[in-house]
DNA sequence: GTAATTTCTTTACAATTGTTAATGTTCTTT
DNA sequence: AAAGAACATTAACAATTGTAAAGAAATTAC
């Protein structure tokens, strides 16, 4: 893994927050504090079923993906790349036990801050609401994207779409992991590849 | 339809407010001024596509659809009742144009505001932003419920789980806008009711 | 660098779902 | 109350997708 400072880390994060709304230094102060930076190598599960999601995390560098398992099949529910939120938000909004688990496909560089630390830093910074809305809306929209393809697209509709959205993730993610996400078989996945290489 | 004073529909919008942060009379003041309450008609579609997003809507009584249009067929996407804020939220937040059409499938009673009125609101209530990321996580974890359904849930368990957890809306909906919101076809649901009360 | 594991593709077959069209039912409208 | 429209069910058939199993390819681990 390439080491890279701690600083420059902090600021991409700043940049993916004023995309939001401008902060100031004091704010910043007190923000960067909150958050700790973490290296995990692939594989591994930052949150598992059946526990309470502790905290999110902010993707500097990797992937990690969420899924659900059904009779010992994991199926994959989001994938998460360089500069979002990860978590299983459900789980870590509600403070609940999680019905999913979220796991390093590559290893990772986060930026990561716990419930309680999040709760203390919104009083302290309430500009941060302000963030908290515009992520939880962003999220909520982009699911709604995904929601709509499926009732409205085909599986090789949807695929194509990934492919064009997701080029790299095509690339960095195994196509069993993939299909899951979409909804289908890693052999209709194939199926569906063959047909479009044959266009 | 029938009537019921102002003053209640604005106490059961303030009770429902208050479950997620209490509000102060001066506040609820400057709220409950900005919310208009209106009637609308049975098949009134509130926001088309293609149109902006103008408002969002509390709703005191009756039952909203989102609907997407794929080639002449409408695909529901959402069904909105009592006591939740019905939108096409990705238009209303972006304030880009819509691909979802907003429609009554009963008359309604709602309480709406439009999206500079909100705007100011928020600067006026700061509190207010709360409520928003609120509602917001709210309505992602509602998203993101539906669409693990999709990913691990076979067609019958999804008819089942809506049955169950609105059996109003079994009632007060029509089968075929069900069957689309389940993603299938109502020639599918129809099978699936069949097999069911055999059982 | 080779063995072991994981991942991807292919095939044959089974199961599910969509499509079309006909029929019956219910709801609206006048 | 009758006519028309909208909705729900059923049947036959076509198309798509899932399942299971086997082999090829690629990746990982020692």
Same mark, same amino acid.
């Given at each position: 893994?390439?080491?890279?400072?701690?600083?420059?880390?902090?600021?991409?994060?700043?940049?993916?927050?004023? !995309?939001?709304?401008?902060?100031?230094?004091?704010?910043?102060?007190?923000?960067?504090?909150?958050? =700790?930076?973490? #290296?995990?190598?692939?594989?591994?599960?930052?949150?598992?079923?059946?526990?309470?999601? %502790?905290?999110?995390?902010?993707? &500097?560098?990797?992937?990690?993906?969420?899924?659900?398992?059904?009779?010992?099949?994991?199926?994959?529910?989001?994938?998460?790349s360089e500069g979002l939120f990860a978590s299983c938000y #459900?789980?870590?909004?509600?403070?609940?036990?999680?019905?999913?688990?979220? =796991?390093?496909?590559?290893?990772?560089?986060?930026?990561?801050?716990?419930?309680?630390?999040?709760?203390?830093?919104?009083? #302290?910074?309430?500009?941060?609401? &302000?963030?908290?809305?515009?992520?939880?809306?962003?999220?909520?929209?982009?699911?709604?994207? &995904?929601? %709509? $393809?499926?009732?409205?697209? $085909?599986? #090789? =509709?949807?695929?194509?779409?990934?492919?064009?959205?997701?080029?790299?993730?095509?690339?960095?993610?195994?196509?069993?992991?993939?299909?899951?996400?979409?909804?289908?078989?890693?052999?209709?996945? %194939?199926?569906? !590849?063959?047909?479009?290489?044959?266009?």
């Open positions: 893994m390439e080491k890279q400072g701690t600083e420059n880390h902090l600021q991409s994060f700043r940049k993916t927050m004023e !995309r939001i709304i401008p902060i100031s230094d004091t704010d910043w102060q007190m923000i960067s504090q909150k958050f =700790e930076p973490i #290296e995990v190598p692939k594989r591994t599960l930052l949150t598992k079923e059946g526990q309470i999601a %502790s905290s999110i995390y902010f993707i &500097i560098k990797g992937i990690l993906r969420i899924f659900y398992t059904k009779e010992d099949v994991e199926i994959t529910g989001f994938i998460f #459900e789980s870590f909004l509600l403070q609940t036990k999680s019905n999913q688990t979220l =796991e390093a496909l590559e290893d990772c560089v986060l930026l990561t801050i716990d419930y309680h630390t999040l709760q203390t830093l919104y009083k #302290e910074v309430p500009a941060l609401h &302000i963030v908290g809305r515009v992520v939880a809306e962003q999220r909520f929209i982009n699911g709604q994207r &995904i929601l %709509s $393809s499926h009732l409205l697209d $085909s599986h #090789e =509709e949807r695929y194509r779409q990934f492919a064009d959205q997701y080029p790299d993730l095509l690339q960095r993610v195994p196509q069993h992991i993939i299909a899951s996400y979409l909804g289908i078989t890693p052999v209709s996945l %194939s199926r569906i !590849r063959k047909r479009i290489s044959r266009k």
